[in-house]
């Protein structure tokens, strides 16, 4: 680390966030600039179409510690959430949603606890969702607790990705040969001493959600597979039970036949192969989801372009070309 690194980074990516710059920018510098600490807002503009690269533009002539990186193209939430971290170089980096959903000022304080209890992690959680529908609610809560099983009990149940994390962290998340890992589960994973702030999620400041239900459906596949092979182990399952079941059956229609009676019904038979046909692609498809990721990771394309990066330094950044 050299001397000028600050003591705080914060990543903020954005995508088509042109209504809430101002906000966020008026907000996010009073807590910081509050802090009295060199401190760096890295904002990654994930390939926004609307006015969000002028406006950051717009604010760096005012705001010397803001510094923008672009990527080419529209990478989503996760992707530009990494690129932010790898280029970050603060002594701590807090990631949080540029749509003030998740509110600035508890950045001091997660810093603080971070400082106080000597932390890596410390975890933003939300204490209520009430400003959220039912629906994601709902899909929030039983993502929460598949992950919590899947993973382990250090996953924070309502935990997002308003995070702050050590250097050391970044380093080992950096480390990862994983290209774009599912960070909220990946990160409690690396099994660093970690602590909680609880916050109320405010509702979006403006503008729309970017997370439409396909790609919270994304999230939760890439979340379980990266995770769990017993998706895979359903076919070897199901398929002892069907040895079973059919065991059982050959004895009955092997009795019947020796006792002199006839089995009727072709619609038994029908439906034994048309049950068994079904149950085999659906492994076929659960075969076919790990093997997809299989073959991205064997591609190893870079999960993201950076395309600028108003202070580039020297930061290696292994993900991006
Ligand atoms: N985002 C991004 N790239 C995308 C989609 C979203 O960088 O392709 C950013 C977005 O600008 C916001 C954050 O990710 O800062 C969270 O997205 P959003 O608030 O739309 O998700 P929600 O809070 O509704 O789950
Ligand atoms: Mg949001």
Avoid at 32 to 56: F, H, I, K, R
Avoid at 267 to 275: E, R, T
Wanted: aromatic share 8%; glycine share 8%.
């Amino acid at each position: 680390m050299g001397q000028q690194d600050p003591a705080l980074s914060v990543v903020v990516p954005m995508f088509n966030e042109e209504g809430v710059l101002p906000l966020l920018a008026e907000r996010l510098r009073t807590v910081l600039d509050g802090l009295a600490e060199p401190y760096e807002v890295v904002a990654v503009d994930d390939g926004s179409t609307d006015a969000t690269a002028a406006g950051l533009h717009g604010l760096r002539a005012r705001w010397p510690q803001l510094r923008v990186i672009r990527l080419r193209r529209n990478s989503g939430h996760q992707a530009a959430l990494i690129a932010g971290l790898m280029r970050a170089r603060g002594s701590y980096v807090v990631s949080i949603d540029a749509d003030l959903q998740d509110p600035p000022e508890t950045i001091a304080e997660m810093l603080a606890l971070a400082r106080s209890e000597n932390l890596d992690i410390v975890y933003g959680v939300r204490a209520d969702r009430s400003s959220d529908t039912a629906f994601k609610r709902l899909t929030a809560g039983a993502y929460y607790r598949m992950m919590r099983r899947l993973v382990g009990k250090q996953v924070p149940a309502q935990a997002g990705d308003f995070r702050l994390l050590s250097r050391v962290a970044v380093e080992a998340l950096r480390d990862l040969p994983e290209r774009t890992p599912v960070l909220r589960l990946v990160v409690p994973w690396l099994g660093f001493p970690s602590g909680e702030v609880r916050f109320l999620r405010a509702e979006r400041a403006a503008g729309r959600t970017k997370y439409p239900f396909s790609r919270m459906l994304a999230l939760a596949a890439d979340s379980v597979t990266s995770f769990s092979a017993a998706p895979l182990r359903v076919a070897t399952w199901l398929g002892l039970v069907g040895v079973a079941v059919c065991g059982l059956l050959v004895i009955a229609v092997l009795a019947a036949f020796v006792s002199g009676r006839t089995v009727s019904g072709w619609p038994s038979i029908l439906v034994a192969v048309l049950f068994l046909g079904a149950v085999q692609l659906l492994c076929l498809g659960l075969l076919g989801e790990y093997v997809a990721r299989i073959y991205t990771a064997v591609q190893a394309r870079p999960a993201y372009f950076v395309a600028t990066d108003s202070d580039p330094g020297d930061a290696g950044d292994p993900g991006a070309a």
